[in-house]
């Protein structure tokens, strides 16, 4: 993006921060704030999770006030997919306010899922995944609604679908309004690199008569691609080619990617007529590839049986495909393609230390800090690529490039290694954790009883690889060693190792092997021993009748208010410590 695109960017983004800050803890009125705002959960212990948080947001008056937050649980049983959850919000919306949806502009935010590849925001959701933004600090919820803060005022009822995981950022002139008010569905299209297509939704435009250089346009799409092959994307004539000035990239070529998209509410009518249809759903939809490949005058019921990109393949899945298909055939696909534009995903553990402390890029964008409702010393957040979020920090602690630590208390001559992530610690005088340690301690109950547990892993380590034999748990790496090789050096067999959930299932997401603890020092000092003898090669012992629990078991019996109350005692010791200042 030249100079000039990045700073209508930055003065873009600030101008919504700034509104969505007027509204922050006060009654909206009509028409500037959404009617309805809606976030989906996995079940019912994720949907407890996330109404505890958005009331003490409310309380706290860090949301608009006057407008209703609705949590909506999936299902019980096979997971349905956020194109599942999207039918299923729809239908608990209808059945709670009738005929007067009818009037109604609401959000839609996809928030279920438990973050194997960022397992800080497993517990408590991604769509509370804290920022190095504002005071006190953003959380994605907050974000979410400063960067749409313009929409509802030039919408007409309908629903808006959006994810939880990804910040998108745009600009347009004074004289544009980003308006959706078209019949069926309106997406936003973002420029992006070929490379990126293969790993997302891609637009195929309807040709124009003659091509306009602007930071917006509106355009109908005559059909969707769902990650497609760069081949296909050629074939499909999805590339277009780069002309001075017309987008934010530098690429000669790119295609238009998804992230955001509208649905009216006659179209709207029509997708709880095909969850009527359907009846129980016993497969995974997605609301992007399912729904939106469906659209267009291009769109053929081929992509009903491609299933390369499904991640568990159910027998009616086809079948429910086709249904979607034929009930959404003819339906518009319209694109509003915002040339001045970024796209940011925030789902990984490398994409979360890169953003919050490396892209200088998104850091400018959005105004990100190193130093964010937090007291630490200057020395950790001012000399290297350090991000701290809501956490205390003596002052004699070091911190090493590449680290984010959030929820935290550290105390003296504590060192942290490079490229870390601490969540929800507190760790100890004198404690030293190596580079690249994820370390997330969680409470939990059990037995009527509170204890902590801290999960540690590698940055790398994959948590949804799985084996199906115990020969071959040496196949699933902890800090780059198999897992039986440290087993050995933890003084267990793979014989003793058990799994939870599905036992013919082995990965390092269900594997018991976090010791319970009773206080959450003790508890960051037996796991950080844990990684010190897989980095030395020396042998750890777990204290006798240690109980281990896997973070899938963790996440079952988490104990919200323990670790709700542990963060607002460090807000408020926070604000104590400002104040004195």
């Given at each position: 993006?030249?100079?000039q695109?990045s700073?209508?960017l930055?003065?873009?983004?600030?101008?919504?921060?700034?509104?969505?800050n007027?509204l922050?803890g006060?009654?909206?009125?009509?028409?500037?704030f959404?009617d309805?705002?809606v976030?989906?959960?996995a079940?019912?212990?994720?949907?407890?999770?996330?109404?505890?948080?958005?009331s003490?947001?409310?309380?706290?008056?860090?949301?608009?006030?006057?407008?209703?937050?609705?949590?909506f649980?999936?299902?019980?049983?096979?997971?349905?997919?956020?194109?599942?959850?999207?039918?299923?919000?729809?239908?608990?919306?209808k059945?709670?306010?009738g005929?007067?949806?009818?009037?109604?502009?609401?959000i839609?935010?996809?928030?279920?899922?438990?973050?194997?590849?960022?397992?800080?925001?497993s517990?408590?959701?991604?769509i509370f995944?804290?920022l190095?933004?504002?005071?006190?600090?953003?959380?994605?919820?907050?974000?979410k609604?400063?960067?749409?803060?313009?929409?509802?005022?030039?919408?007409?009822?309908?629903?808006?679908?959006t994810?939880a995981?990804?910040?998108?950022?745009?600009?347009?002139?004074?004289t544009?309004?980003i308006?959706?008010?078209?019949?069926?569905?309106?997406?936003?299209?973002?420029?992006?690199p070929i490379?990126?297509?293969?790993?997302?939704?891609?637009?195929?435009?309807?040709?124009?008569?003659?091509?306009?250089?602007?930071?917006?346009?509106?355009?109908?799409?005559?059909r969707?691609?769902?990650?497609?092959?760069i081949?296909?994307?050629?074939?499909?004539?999805?590339?277009?080619?780069?002309?001075?000035g017309?987008?934010?990239?530098?690429?000669?070529?790119?295609?238009?990617?998804?992230?955001?998209?509208?649905v009216?509410?006659?179209?709207?009518?029509?997708?709880?007529?095909?969850?009527?249809?359907?009846?129980?759903?016993?497969?995974?939809?997605?609301?992007?590839?399912d729904?939106?490949?469906?659209?267009?005058?291009g769109?053929?019921?081929?992509?009903?049986?491609?299933?390369?990109?499904?991640?568990?393949e159910?027998?009616?899945?086809?079948?429910?495909?086709?249904m979607?298909?034929?009930r959404?055939?003819?339906?518009p696909?319209?694109?509003?393609l915002?040339?001045?534009?970024?796209?940011?995903h925030?789902?990984?553990?490398?994409?979360?230390?890169?953003?919050?402390?490396?892209?200088?890029?998104?850091?400018?964008?959005?105004?990100?800090?190193?130093?964010?409702f937090s007291?630490?010393?200057?020395e950790?957040?001012?000399?290297?690529?350090?991000?701290?979020?809501?956490?205390?920090?003596?002052?004699?602690?070091?911190?090493?490039?590449?680290?984010?630590?959030?929820?935290?208390?550290i105390?003296?001559?504590?060192?942290?290694?490079?490229?870390?992530?601490?969540?929800?610690?507190w760790?100890?005088?004198g404690?030293?954790?190596?580079s690249?340690?994820?370390?997330?301690?969680?409470?939990?109950?059990?037995?009527?009883?509170?204890?902590?547990?801290?999960i540690?892993?590698?940055?790398?380590?994959?948590?949804?690889?799985?084996?199906?034999?115990?020969?071959?748990?040496?196949?699933?790496?902890?800090f780059?060693?198999?897992?039986?090789?440290?087993?050995?050096?933890?003084?267990?067999?793979a014989?003793?190792?058990?799994?939870?959930?599905?036992?013919?299932?082995f990965?390092?997401?269900?594997?018991?092997?976090?010791?319970?603890?009773?206080?959450?020092?003790?508890?960051?000092?037996?796991?950080?021993?844990?990684?010190?003898?897989?980095?030395?090669?020396?042998?750890?012992?777990?204290?006798?009748?240690?109980?281990?629990?896997?973070?899938?078991?963790i996440?079952?019996?988490?104990?919200?208010?323990e670790?709700?109350?542990?963060?607002?005692?460090l807000?408020e010791?926070?604000c104590?410590?400002?104040?004195?200042n």
């Amino acid at each position: 993006m030249d100079e000039q695109g990045s700073a209508k960017l930055q003065k873009a983004t600030r101008e919504k921060l700034k509104k969505f800050n007027h509204l922050r803890g006060k009654d909206v009125r009509t028409g500037e704030f959404w009617d309805i705002v809606v976030v989906t959960a996995a079940d019912e212990n994720q949907k407890d999770a996330y109404e505890r948080q958005i009331s003490e947001k409310l309380r706290r008056k860090e949301l608009p006030l006057g407008t209703p937050y609705h949590v909506f649980a999936d299902t019980p049983g096979p997971k349905i997919g956020n194109g599942g959850s999207t039918l299923h919000a729809l239908q608990r919306l209808k059945e709670k306010y009738g005929q007067r949806l009818c009037g109604f502009k609401i959000i839609l935010i996809h928030a279920g899922g438990y973050s194997q590849r960022l397992p800080n925001a497993s517990a408590l959701g991604k769509i509370f995944t804290a920022l190095p933004l504002g005071d006190p600090v953003y959380q994605m919820l907050e974000l979410k609604l400063a960067m749409y803060i313009d929409f509802p005022l030039h919408m007409k009822p309908g629903v808006l679908v959006t994810c939880a995981d990804d910040i998108e950022l745009y600009s347009i002139t004074d004289t544009e309004r980003i308006t959706f008010d078209r019949t069926g569905f309106t997406a936003l299209g973002h420029p992006s690199p070929i490379s990126i297509g293969t790993t997302h939704g891609v637009f195929v435009l309807e040709p124009e008569a003659e091509s306009k250089v602007c930071d917006m346009e509106y355009r109908s799409c005559q059909r969707f691609l769902h990650k497609p092959s760069i081949k296909n994307m050629y074939e499909s004539g999805a590339v277009h080619k780069r002309e001075a000035g017309n987008v934010s990239l530098g690429d000669s070529e790119f295609v238009y990617t998804d992230s955001t998209y509208y649905v009216d509410y006659a179209t709207a009518k029509d997708l709880l007529a095909l969850f009527k249809d359907i009846g129980p759903l016993s497969c995974e939809i997605d609301a992007y590839g399912d729904f939106l490949q469906a659209l267009g005058p291009g769109a053929t019921s081929e992509y009903t049986k491609n299933t390369v990109n499904v991640t568990k393949e159910e027998s009616t899945l086809v079948e429910i495909r086709q249904m979607i298909f034929h009930r959404l055939k003819g339906t518009p696909l319209n694109v509003i393609l915002l040339n001045n534009s970024k796209f940011y995903h925030i789902g990984t553990t490398r994409e979360y230390l890169f953003h919050f402390t490396k892209d200088v890029d998104l850091r400018a964008e959005l105004g990100l800090v190193s130093d964010a409702f937090s007291v630490c010393p200057c020395e950790a957040t001012e000399k290297a690529n350090v991000c701290v979020i809501h956490s205390i920090l003596h002052s004699s602690c070091a911190v090493g490039p590449g680290t984010v630590i959030e929820y935290s208390r550290i105390g003296a001559n504590v060192t942290v290694g490079e490229c870390s992530i601490i969540s929800g610690c507190w760790i100890n005088s004198g404690q030293c954790v190596p580079s690249g340690a994820f370390m997330h301690s969680l409470s939990v109950n059990v037995h009527g009883k509170t204890g902590f547990v801290t999960i540690v892993f590698g940055i790398d380590d994959n948590l949804k690889q799985s084996v199906t034999s115990l020969q071959d748990l040496n196949n699933l790496k902890l800090f780059g060693k198999g897992l039986v090789e440290c087993l050995s050096q933890w003084g267990l067999s793979a014989e003793d190792l058990k799994f939870s959930g599905d036992r013919c299932s082995f990965s390092l997401w269900n594997a018991n092997i976090f010791p319970l603890c009773t206080d959450p020092e003790g508890s960051f000092s037996m796991s950080l021993e844990m990684i010190r003898s897989v980095h030395s090669g020396s042998d750890f012992k777990f204290p006798k009748d240690v109980r281990l629990s896997s973070l899938q078991q963790i996440l079952q019996c988490k104990n919200l208010e323990e670790m709700l109350k542990f963060r607002n005692k460090l807000y408020e010791d926070i604000c104590l410590e400002k104040s004195k200042n």
